[in-house]
C-alpha cells in the first residue's frame, strides 16, 4: 500500500508539474492550483497507465483528492 | 377580534340542527314550558298543528357567534333587535348568519345584521345587533414575554444521539433547562445530565420507546412535572438506516419508517400542544434529512418517511402559527455519528469532497442551527427547513 502511495504522488507530481513533497495526503482540487480539466483527464491516463488499471467512468469525477485517488486506484486494483 | 381588524363587509356563520333534547334543555333552565313548544296534543290543536322551538332557542346562537367569531372574545353586546318570522322545528338545520354592517370608529362599535335561515334558505330570524369592540392585551405576546423572563426547558428527544447530546449541551449553554430523552442508554443520558449541570442548569432524564404512544404519553406527563413552561422540543431521534434494494422493500419496512418520523412526532406534538398551546409560545424542530433533496439509492423507506416530515412540519406550522407556536425542520448533511458507521468511508470522502466547504457536517453544526430556532432570535421564522450542508445543496 505505501508503495501505491508513493507512485501516486509521483504521477500527480508529475501530472500536475509541482515537487514531489508538494503533495500530501490532504492534496486536492482545491489546493493545488494546476488542477484544471485537462489535467484532469491527464491525471487519469496516467493513473491508469501507472497502476495497469481502468478507471470506470463513473468514478472519473470523484477523484477530487489524495485520498479518493488512493481509495478508487485500490478499488480498480482489486 | 380585534376592532382595527373587523371591517364592513365581515361575515361568519355557525349552524345547528335543532333536537329535541335542546328542547329539554332550554326548557330546564327557562323554564318556559308554554304547551306550544313542549306538548304536542296541544299543537296540534293550534294552527302551528306540531309544536314550535322557542324563538329565543334559535336566537341563542346569535350570541353564539357574536362571542366566539364576529368580535370573539372580547365582545359586549349591547343592543338587539329580533322578529320571529317563521316558526322553527324540531329537526330543523338553522344556519345563523352575522354580518357587520356598520362600524362607529369613536366608540369601537360595531353593528351587525343577524339572520337567521332554515335548511330551505328560509329567513325564520330576522335582527339587527350592536357590538362594542373592547381591547385586550394579546395573550400570546404576554405570555410569551412571561415565559421568556422565567426558566425555559427544552426537551430533547432521542437526547443520547450524535446531533441530540450536541443539541442538549448547545441549548443547556443558551440557558435551557434540558430534558433529554433517551430510549436504552441510561449510562450515557446521565452523563449528559452531569454535562448539563455543570453548565448551571436543570436536566431530567426521561425513558420512552416513541414507538410505544403509552410511553410516549408517561414521558411526557413526567416531563411537565419536571416543568410546566417546555417552550421547546427537538426531535432528534432516529434509528440506523436500512440499506434495501427497492425490489426487496416490504411495506412493513416503510411502516417502521414513518411510526419513528411521523407517529413518534405527531403523538409527541399532540402530547406537548397543550402546554405550548396555554403558554401562548411554543418552538418545535424537526430533524431532516438532505437525502429529501439529493436522494440515494437503496434508502427508499427513510427518504420517504423524512419527505412526509418535511409535509408535518409545514402542515404543523402554518396551523400552530396563530396559537405562538413555530414548528421548523433543521436538515444537516451527511454527519459521522453513530447512525451513519454502516456508510462506507468512500461515500464519506466524497461527501466531503463534493461539499463546497469540503468537509462533512457536525453534530454541533446542526446544533448551531437548532439553538437558533430554539432562541427568540427566531420568532418570525416557522415552516422553515435550515439546510446546514456547506453548500452541498443549494435550494
Redesign the interface.
Known amino acids: 500500500m505505501e508503495n501505491s502511495k508513493s507512485q501516486i504522488i509521483k504521477v500527480m507530481s508529475a501530472v500536475f508539474e509541482v515537487p514531489i513533497e508538494s503533495i500530501t495526503e490532504t492534496s486536492s482540487v482545491d489546493s493545488i492550483e494546476s488542477w484544471d480539466s485537462v489535467k484532469h483527464l491527464n491525471l487519469i491516463l496516467a493513473l491508469e497507465e501507472e497502476f495497469n488499471i481502468s478507471i470506470p467512468d463513473e468514478e472519473v469525477g470523484n477523484l477530487m483528492n489524495y485520498k479518493l485517488i488512493e481509495m478508487i486506484v485500490n478499488e480498480c486494483r482489486k | 377580534m380585534k376592532y382595527n381588524d373587523i371591517k364592513i363587509g365581515d361575515k361568519e356563520k355557525l349552524t345547528h340542527i335543532i333536537t329535541i333534547n335542546d328542547i329539554e334543555k332550554f326548557v330546564e333552565l327557562t323554564g318556559d314550558d308554554n304547551k306550544l313548544h313542549v306538548d304536542e296534543k296541544f299543537a296540534s290543536k293550534t294552527n302551528f298543528k306540531k309544536p314550535v322551538v322557542h324563538g329565543m332557542l334559535g336566537a341563542s346562537f346569535i350570541s353564539t357567534i357574536i362571542g366566539t367569531k364576529l368580535p370573539g372574545d372580547g365582545a359586549l353586546w349591547f343592543s338587539q333587535s329580533l322578529d320571529f318570522l317563521l316558526p322553527v322545528r324540531i329537526g330543523d338545520k338553522l344556519t345563523v348568519v352575522a354580518e357587520v354592517i356598520k362600524k362607529n370608529d369613536k366608540e369601537q362599535i360595531i353593528e351587525l345584521k343577524t339572520d337567521i335561515f332554515n335548511q330551505n334558505k328560509q329567513i325564520v330570524t330576522r335582527g339587527f345587533a350592536k357590538v362594542k369592540v373592547v381591547e385586550f392585551d394579546t395573550p400570546v405576546a404576554a405570555t410569551a414575554e412571561k415565559i421568556k423572563a422565567k426558566e425555559r426547558t427544552a426537551l430533547v428527544i432521542g437526547g443520547t444521539g450524535g446531533i441530540g447530546r450536541a443539541a442538549c449541551m448547545q441549548l443547556a449553554a443558551d440557558g435551557f433547562n434540558i430534558i433529554i430523552h433517551y430510549h436504552k442508554n441510561k449510562k450515557l443520558a446521565d452523563e449528559i445530565k452531569a454535562d448539563v449541570e455543570k453548565l448551571k442548569r436543570k436536566a431530567v432524564i426521561v425513558k420512552a420507546d416513541i414507538l410505544n404512544d403509552l410511553e410516549i404519553k408517561e414521558m411526557i406527563s413526567k416531563s411537565l412535572r419536571a416543568s410546566e413552561y417546555i417552550n421547546v422540543v427537538v426531535n432528534c431521534a432516529a434509528a440506523v438506516i436500512p440499506n434495501i434494494k427497492f425490489m426487496d422493500l416490504e411495506w412493513s419496512d416503510f411502516q417502521k419508517q414513518l411510526d419513528l418520523n411521523i407517529k413518534a412526532a405527531f403523538t409527541i406534538v399532540k402530547e406537548i400542544l397543550p402546554v405550548m398551546i396555554k403558554n401562548g409560545y411554543g418552538k418545535i424542530i424537526n430533524l431532516g434529512s438532505f437525502s429529501v433533496d439529493k436522494p440515494n439509492t437503496e434508502w427508499a423507506s427513510y427518504i420517504t418517511a423524512k419527505s412526509a416530515l418535511a409535509g408535518f412540519t409545514k402542515a404543523m406550522a402554518i396551523e400552530l402559527a396563530p396559537k405562538g407556536i413555530r414548528v421548523n425542520l433543521v436538515t444537516p448533511s451527511l454527519i459521522s455519528t453513530e447512525l451513519t458507521a454502516d456508510i462506507p ?2 461515500i464519506k ?2 461527501t466531503a ?2 461539499t463546497p466547504l ?1 468537509r462533512l457536517a457536525s453534530a454541533s453544526d446542526a446544533a448551531g442551527a437548532i439553538s437558533f430556532l430554539a432562541s427568540e432570535k427566531s420568532d418570525f421564522i416557522t415552516g422553515e427547513n435550515i439546510r446546514v450542508n456547506g453548500g452541498l445543496i443549494m435550494i
Do not use: M, N
Open positions: 468511508e468512500k470522502l466524497l469532497a463534493q469540503r
